[in-house]
């Protein structure tokens, strides 16, 4: 794993300014068109258990509670996912300029800057306002069978696709612009070429009980979430699914989400179409820009240094209150804590959401004279 999930830096205030004492304290925590390989661009949640509009169209809850959906915002009619104070990131393909706007939580953020790479479908915008809040970054290598959430917004599941007198899948439904979420798991990492890269391959193969759902025209851009130390992170960005598919009886060209293409014939190229065979089910994939191998390019944008330590706060007693300084990176989310026993104390964080500026930040604690002894941490979450 690339740097650690939280850094802190600490500092004493006593209760005379004169017995300031500070402390560097480090805990390391723990759109559719078929391109040349056949993949449509994709991005609506498709169950295989319903075809009810309405399910799973609010935030997961349970141990999926804080799996992604709390950063899911709309660009155009896309999903992008938030990523450092000011940047969130979508599919290169669904394109936008800096006179859209991205709602985040009902809010909007205007763009002023797009950062693109001729390695990957990805696509970073930098905004003039400040996010609450953002996505950490998945960094681990290991995605393969790794359990997952989805996140798209699009078409209803379709009509059945009948194949010899067996329903193999469904037709790709009606948009509706809804947000919805699944799970599945990473069933391989594949490399779709020169501008497209690493992708995380996703089947819809029917192991994953009722959450299991597939991709489908309307919305590329939604997250992929992989947990890693606990955590959900963003692991993916939605590109594309397996297709065209014709069959043998009318030569009619169509999109759907399958669980055997067998019998089916699918498009390789703008010209090309191979018969799916085979003795055992061959399920359609969707797949997504794999974020693990281009986190350098993600991190030269937003400017984050994961292995830069953070300053260690001052502080200073100004009447009833004390305040605390600290040099800031103009795109972190920091936030502060307190206690009155730093050996084996509880940390009570009394700040956050505190935006970096690119130059000394300070923020007020007007409860401190109350105990003879405070400590206090910095911290940023990535």
Same mark, same amino acid.
């Given at each position: 794993?690339?740097?650690?999930?939280?850094?802190?830096?600490?500092?004493?205030?006593?209760?005379?300014?004169?017995?300031?004492?500070?402390?560097?304290?480090?805990?390391?925590?723990?759109?559719?068109?078929?391109?040349?390989?056949?993949?449509?661009?994709?991005?609506?949640?498709?169950?295989?258990?319903?075809?009810?509009?309405?399910?799973?169209?609010?935030?997961?809850?349970?141990?999926?509670?804080?799996?992604?959906?709390?950063?899911?915002?709309l660009?155009?009619?896309?999903?992008g996912?938030?990523?450092?104070?000011?940047?969130?990131?979508?599919?290169?393909?669904v394109?936008?300029?800096?006179?859209?706007?991205?709602?985040?939580?009902?809010?909007?953020?205007?763009?002023?800057?797009?950062?693109?790479?001729?390695?990957?479908?990805?696509?970073?915008?930098?905004?003039?306002?400040t996010?609450?809040?953002?996505?950490?970054?998945?960094?681990?290598?290991?995605?393969?069978?790794?359990?997952?959430?989805?996140?798209?917004?699009?078409?209803?599941?379709?009509?059945?696709?009948?194949?010899?007198?067996?329903?193999?899948?469904?037709?790709?439904?009606?948009?509706?612009?809804?947000?919805?979420?699944?799970?599945?798991?990473?069933?391989?990492?594949?490399?779709?070429?020169?501008?497209?890269?690493?992708m995380?391959?996703?089947?819809?193969?029917?192991?994953?009980?009722?959450?299991?759902?597939?991709?489908?025209?309307?919305?590329?851009?939604?997250?992929?979430?992989?947990?890693?130390?606990?955590?959900?992170?963003?692991?993916?960005?939605?590109?594309?699914?397996?297709?065209?598919?014709?069959?043998?009886?009318?030569?009619?060209?169509?999109?759907?989400?399958?669980?055997d293409?067998?019998?089916?014939?699918?498009? $390789?190229? %703008? &010209?090309?179409? /191979?018969?799916? @065979?085979?003795?055992?089910?061959?399920? #359609? !994939?969707?797949?997504?820009?794999?974020?693990?191998?281009?986190?350098?390019?993600?991190?030269?944008?937003?400017d984050?240094?994961?292995?830069?330590?953070?300053? $260690?706060? %001052? &502080?200073?007693? /100004?009447?009833? @209150?004390?305040?605390?300084?600290?040099? #800031? !990176?103009?795109?972190?989310?920091?936030?502060?804590?307190?206690?009155?026993?730093?050996?084996?104390?509880?940390?009570?964080?009394?700040?956050?959401?505190?935006?970096?500026?690119?130059?000394?930040?300070?923020?007020?604690?007007?409860?401190?004279?109350?105990?003879?002894?405070?400590?206090?941490?910095?911290?940023?979450?990535q």
């Amino acid at each position: 794993m690339k740097g650690s999930c939280v850094k802190w830096s600490a500092t004493l205030v006593m209760n005379r300014e004169e017995n300031q004492l500070r402390m560097g304290l480090a805990v390391v925590c723990l759109c559719i068109f078929s391109l040349l390989l056949g993949t449509p661009h994709a991005g609506a949640v498709i169950f295989q258990s319903t075809s009810d509009p309405g399910y799973n169209t609010s935030a997961p809850t349970g141990a999926l509670t804080n799996s992604g959906w709390q950063y899911q915002g709309l660009w155009l009619n896309f999903l992008g996912t938030p990523i450092a104070p000011q940047y969130f990131i979508t599919a290169n393909h669904v394109g936008g300029t800096t006179n859209d706007v991205f709602f985040f939580n009902g809010r909007p953020y205007h763009p002023v800057a797009a950062f693109k790479t001729f390695d990957s479908d990805l696509a970073i915008w930098r905004v003039q306002e400040t996010f609450p809040s953002y996505a950490r970054l998945y960094s681990s290598s290991n995605e393969t069978n790794q359990h997952l959430i989805v996140f798209g917004r699009g078409t209803q599941r379709g009509a059945p696709v009948v194949v010899g007198g067996q329903t193999n899948g469904w037709f790709w439904g009606a948009p509706d612009g809804v947000q919805r979420w699944g799970e599945n798991d990473v069933a391989a990492i594949t490399n779709l070429g020169v501008g497209v890269g690493d992708m995380l391959r996703v089947i819809f193969d029917g192991n994953d009980g009722s959450n299991e759902c597939h991709l489908s025209d309307g919305d590329s851009g939604g997250g992929v979430f992989i947990q890693e130390d606990g955590v959900w992170k963003l692991a993916g960005i939605n590109h594309g699914v397996d297709g065209e598919f014709s069959n043998a009886v009318d030569a009619a060209v169509f999109t759907a989400a399958l669980t055997d293409r067998r019998g089916l014939f699918q498009q $390789t190229s %703008t &010209s090309d179409w /191979i018969p799916i @065979n085979g003795a055992l089910p061959v399920p #359609s !994939a969707f797949y997504s820009t794999r974020v693990s191998a281009n986190l350098d390019w993600i991190y030269s944008v937003i400017d984050f240094n994961l292995d830069r330590d953070l300053p $260690t706060p %001052t &502080s200073l007693r /100004i009447g009833s @209150n004390v305040l605390v300084s600290f040099v #800031s !990176a103009t795109n972190r989310v920091y936030f502060v804590q307190q206690t009155t026993n730093a050996v084996d104390g509880e940390w009570i964080t009394f700040t956050n959401d505190v935006s970096g500026t690119g130059g000394t930040v300070t923020v007020v604690d007007p409860n401190a004279p109350a105990f003879p002894t405070r400590y206090y941490r910095l911290g940023f979450a990535q």
